[in-house]
């Protein structure tokens, strides 16, 4: 079934690839997304962060204008192969741009100058999607409560980067990405997120929290990526929901690891705490002992050993730490033909090791090991 359908794709993709070739698709790594009202987008995926490409410097915009019949605010480009899609990114724009049309549903306004949103922006909008305010100067004070209140079809809202101090409130229920990285955000409003029970990507990075309290993260019933990296937690913060399978706390100065820190995730897979200042003294042997993981990000680190992980752990990063010995301890409490650790990668490059001095017998423990860094 998934094979055949795989199969019909093809034609379609060899098509949309010729499409796009017209335009300069030249730097970085990109990712086909099939899943945006037609025609598919390149998305820049590094850091978590999408820089959606406009059309704009790659098909002559007086090309669209001479040749699309529907109306085009001219501040914009339409697409015309694209209709519900309105490119006004990049224009140093300090407003948001009048007459909307109503089909709108995509709307970029990235790379603008914007800093308010009004409650009448989007007035005659019923429909839309995604909206796109990345790199601008968005300020908390100049975003008026109503703005988005009506917008009940709008799943995906980008903010990176621009100069909000709390997460908005009065955000549409029905959203399933906030993207709030790289501001100066400092307090969540009280109930934010309350309705939010669809959200399952929270991008906090680069910001200035330095903690969350009971009912601030409350009614994130399905969030999967919270990512809290570059703020200014001193501990794992307490109360995060308990859906969460990739939590990215790196880049904050962690005193240390409790026994509890990740107790009640019960689908926690991908961890990252890179960058945190973390010496092994602080680390509670048992905070790791939960089979849910998978991927364990420690690199950069003052570790002076390694810390004891469960053998369920299938991809472990100690990079560019102090580690002077191997503990076999750490990866598998005893060895027996059912007993041995599960890990595939293993990076301890950037230590105070070496290949030699790894223990006789590890390969015992680590018996699916499929690349090991020293
Ligand atoms: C955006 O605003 C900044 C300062 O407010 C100004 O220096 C810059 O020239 C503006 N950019 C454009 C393209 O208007
Ligand atoms: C909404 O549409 C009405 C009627 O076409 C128009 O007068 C008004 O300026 C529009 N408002 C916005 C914010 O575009
Ligand atoms: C939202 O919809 C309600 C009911 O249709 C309307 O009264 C209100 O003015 C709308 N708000 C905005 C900001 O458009
Ligand atoms: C949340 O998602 C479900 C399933 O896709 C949908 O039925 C529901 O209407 C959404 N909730 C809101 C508030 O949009
Ligand atoms: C760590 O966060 C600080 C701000 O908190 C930022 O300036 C720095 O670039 C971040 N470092 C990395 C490696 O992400
Ligand atoms: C991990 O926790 C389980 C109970 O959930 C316990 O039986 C086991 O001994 C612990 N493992 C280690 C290495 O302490
Ligand atoms: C290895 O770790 C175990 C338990 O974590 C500890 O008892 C033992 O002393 C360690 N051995 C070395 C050589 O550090």
Request: proline residues 6%.
């Amino acid at each position: 079934m998934q094979a055949k359908k795989a199969v019909s794709m093809a034609p379609l993709c060899c098509v949309v690839l010729v499409l796009l070739c017209v335009f300069d698709s030249a730097s970085t790594t990109f990712v086909a997304d099939m899943d945006y009202g037609g025609v598919p987008l390149w998305i820049d995926r590094q850091f978590g962060e999408p820089s959606v490409l406009s059309l704009q410097g790659r098909m002559d915009p007086r090309w669209f204008r001479a040749n699309n019949p529907q109306a085009c605010p001219l501040q914009c480009d339409c697409p015309i192969q694209w209709p519900t899609a309105l490119y006004c990114d990049h224009r140093g724009l300090a407003d948001t741009p009048d007459h909307l049309p109503e089909r709108t549903q995509y709307l970029f306004l990235q790379g603008n100058n914007i800093s308010s949103l009004s409650s009448s922006f989007l007035a005659n909008i019923t429909d839309l999607r995604w909206l796109i305010l990345d790199h601008n100067q968005l300020q908390s004070d100049k975003l008026e409560q109503a703005a988005l209140q009506n917008q009940s079809q709008l799943c995906y809202l980008f903010a990176n980067n621009n100069h909000l101090t709390s997460v908005p409130s009065a955000l549409p229920a029905g959203l399933k990405q906030l993207r709030l990285a790289h501001n100066q955000i400092s307090s969540i409003s009280p109930g934010a997120f309350q309705n939010l029970h669809n959200l399952t990507l929270l991008l906090l990075q680069g910001n200035k929290l330095r903690t969350i309290t009971e009912g601030d993260l409350k009614g994130l019933s399905s969030l999967n990526l919270l990512d809290l990296s570059g703020n200014l937690f001193s501990s794992v913060p307490r109360h995060l929901p308990p859906s969460v399978v990739q939590l990215y706390l790196s880049n904050n100065t962690l005193s240390g690891l409790d026994e509890d820190s990740f107790v009640g995730f019960l689908n926690l897979k991908y961890l990252r705490l890179s960058r945190c200042g973390l010496k092994i003294q602080g680390i509670h042997p048992q905070v790791f002992n939960f089979s849910s993981l998978v991927e364990l990000d420690l690199s950069y680190n003052k570790l002076s050993t390694t810390p004891t992980v469960p053998t369920t752990l299938q991809y472990l990063y100690l990079e560019a730490n102090q580690i002077q010995g191997f503990n076999l301890t750490s990866f598998c409490r005893e060895v027996g033909p059912l007993s041995y650790s599960r890990m595939k990668v293993l990076r301890l490059d950037g230590n105070k090791m070496t290949y030699q001095q790894l223990p006789p017998d590890w390969v015992y423990c680590l018996r699916v090991l499929e690349r090991i860094f020293v």
